[in-house]
């Protein structure tokens, strides 16, 4: 099959783009994020988005973004925190190395503080963090692979620990 070595899912904040990075580097691999490939391609950020054309409409540059990523990057990829509500991105990952970073709501709070600047969590934060894991937290792991947490682990060791879960020595 061909595509990302491995695909990164998980909540927004939990460092999917940091141990990504770090993935790729000991891999000998690039990274890509499909959220930097929107914003490049937008011109502005995800809450600019959100704030001006709405959910649906930021679904939709989303989907896109997978799907050419998926079929097109070979190294590390990393999605955005809800990319995985779409059924279509779903099927399009079965079959490759999926790795779903956990965190729970406290780790949420000491490592986003769980701004406004996450458009979905603008009003009251940790209540909308929580529904949303609710409602994502069983397509996280029916996707992947492998679930490795987060919770107190530097980036350096979550990445270590990816590579300890899929057996795979850095390059």
């Known amino acids: 099959m061909t595509g990302p070595r491995i695909v990164l899912i998980g909540p927004m904040g939990v460092g999917k783009t940091t141990v990504g990075e770090l ?11 499909t959220d930097a490939d929107i914003v490049a391609a937008e ?12 959910e649906p409409a930021f679904r939709e540059l989303e989907r896109r973004a997978v ?4 079929t097109e990057h070979p190294g590390v990829l990393a999605l955005g925190g809800g990319a995985i509500l779409d059924a279509g991105t779903r099927e399009l990952l079965a079959g490759h ?13 000491k490592r ?23 409602a994502r937290r069983h397509l996280y792991t029916d996707a992947a692979r492998v679930v490795v947490p987060t919770d107190g682990r530097s980036p350096e060791e979550v990445a270590a620990a990816v590579l300890d ?3 795979w020595k850095e390059a």
Request: aromatic share 6%.
């Open 23 to 33: 993935l790729a580097e000991r891999l000998g691999t690039t990274f890509r994020d």
């Open 43 to 54: 011109g502005r950020q995800i809450a600019e988005i959100f704030v001006d054309d709405g």
């Open 67 to 70: 799907r050419t990523a998926v």
């Open 97 to 109: 190395t999926v790795v779903y970073l956990s965190m729970d709501v406290e780790e949420a709070v």
């Open 112 to 134: 986003t503080g769980l701004n406004a600047a996450r458009p979905l969590l603008a009003v009251n934060p940790r209540k909308q963090w929580r529904e949303l894991m609710e």
């Open 165 to 167: 879960a899929l057996e």
